[in-house]
C-alpha cells in the first residue's frame, strides 16, 4: 500500500505507513501557523516517526519553534524569489539518526570530486542504435516494468501504468532511450509551474546498459525543455548511497543541499536522500 496524497485544509501532504511520516509537499500560507498543530495530530494519530516538510523561508521560524530542524535549503526555489527550507521533526530519537554515515561521506566526497572536471562540461552522444525521445502514453506498460526491474520499493506507484499515464496528463514529463524497441533508460520532470521549479527524479537505467552516462546524458535533456518551459530550479532528492545519481548531479553543475535523514522508501528500505539544485536562469 503507497502512501495516500490528501489536503489539510488548503495545504497538500502525503502520509501513510510505507515512509512512517508525513511529508507536507505544499503549505498554503494561509493555513499558517494552525497547520502545525494539525500535522501534529495526524502523526500522532497515525504514530508516524518523522514529520518532513518544504517550507518557504519566511515561515521557517515558526517550524523552528515547533520542533523542527533544517535538513537542506534551495536559494530562490519559490518562483526564483524566495528560499526553501527542507525541515524535518523526528518523533523517535531513532528515526533522527542515519544508518550509513561513513558510505554517505564517501559517496558525498566522490560527488564532490566530479563537480569541477572536464566532464562536467562535456556532452554524451547517443551511438547510432540508441534513440532518445519523450516517452507517451503507449510506453506506459514498458516503464512500468522497467522501474519494476530496477527498483526494488519506490515512494509512488511507477511500477503501475496507469499511475503512469496519470501523471502524464498532470505535472510529469518523461524521457526515454531506447535501444531499437527495448527501453532501457527512464526519468522523469515533475513540475511545479506555480512555482516555477522542476524535480528531476525517477531515474532508472537497465541493468545491462550501466556504465554508458545514460543519465547524465537524461539530465541534459530535461534541463534544455524546462529551459524552453522557463523553469527556474532544478533540484533532485537522491538515494544517499548512490555513486551514480550523486555524481551525476555534480557533474551537470548541481550543488549540494543538505541530507535528508532517514526520509524515503526506495530500495526495499527507508534510506538518507542527498538534496541537490541548481538554477536554471
Known amino acids: 500500500m503507497y502512501d495516500t496524497i490528501v489536503k489539510i485544509n488548503n495545504s497538500l501532504i502525503q502520509h501513510g505507513l510505507r515512509n512512517n511520516r508525513i511529508y507536507l509537499m505544499h503549505l498554503a500560507k494561509e493555513d499558517m501557523p494552525e497547520i502545525l498543530s494539525e500535522l501534529d495530530t495526524a502523526a500522532d494519530k497515525n504514530s508516524y516517526t518523522k514529520i518532513f516538510a518544504k517550507v518557504p523561508d519566511s515561515f521557517s521560524n515558526s517550524f523552528i519553534e515547533n520542533g ?135 531515474f532508472a537505467v537497465n541493468p545491462t546498459y550501466r556504465g554508458y552516462n545514460f543519465s547524465y546524458f537524461l539530465l541534459r535533456e530535461m534541463e534544455k525543455e524546462m529551459k524552453k518551459q522557463e523553469i527556474k530550479t532544478a533540484y533532485t532528492i537522491a538515494r544517499s548511497v548512490s555513486y551514480g545519481m550523486n555524481a551525476t548531479f555534480a557533474k551537470c553543475g548541481y550543488t549540494f543541499s543538505g541530507t535528508l535523514i532517514n526520509n524515503t522508501q526506495i530500495g526495499g528500505k527507508i534510506e538518507d536522500m542527498n538534496v541537490w539544485y541548481k538554477s536554471l536562469q
Not at 99 to 111: D, Q, R, T
Not at 117 to 143: E, H, P, V
Request: glycine share 4%.
Open 68 to 202: 523542527y530542524i533544517m535538513e537542506a535549503r534551495i536559494p530562490l526555489f519559490f518562483d526564483g524569489k524566495e528560499n526553501c527550507i527542507f525541515m524535518a521533526k523526528y518523533l523517535d530519537a531513532k528515526r533522527s539518526c542515519t544508518i550509513n554515515n561513513e558510505l554517505n561521506k564517501k559517496v558525498l566526497e566522490n560527488a564532490l570530486s566530479k563537480s569541477s572536471s572536464d566532464f562536467s562540461q562535456g556532452k554524451i552522444i547517443l551511438k547510432d542504435d540508441f534513440t532518445f525521445r519523450k516517452a507517451n502514453a503507449q510506453d506506459a506498460l514498458n516503464m512500468a516494468n522497467l522501474y519494476t526491474q530496477v527498483f526494488d520499493s519506490y515512494p509512488f506507484p511507477i511500477s503501475d501504468p496507469e499511475y503512469i499515464k496519470e501523471t502524464m496528463n498532470s505535472n510529469v514529463i518523461y524521457f526515454g532511450i531506447w535501444k531499437g524497441s527495448e527501453l532501457i533508460a527512464l526519468s522523469s520532470c515533475e513540475i511545479g509551474l506555480e512555482d516555477s521549479n522542476v524535480e528531476m527524479t525517477d
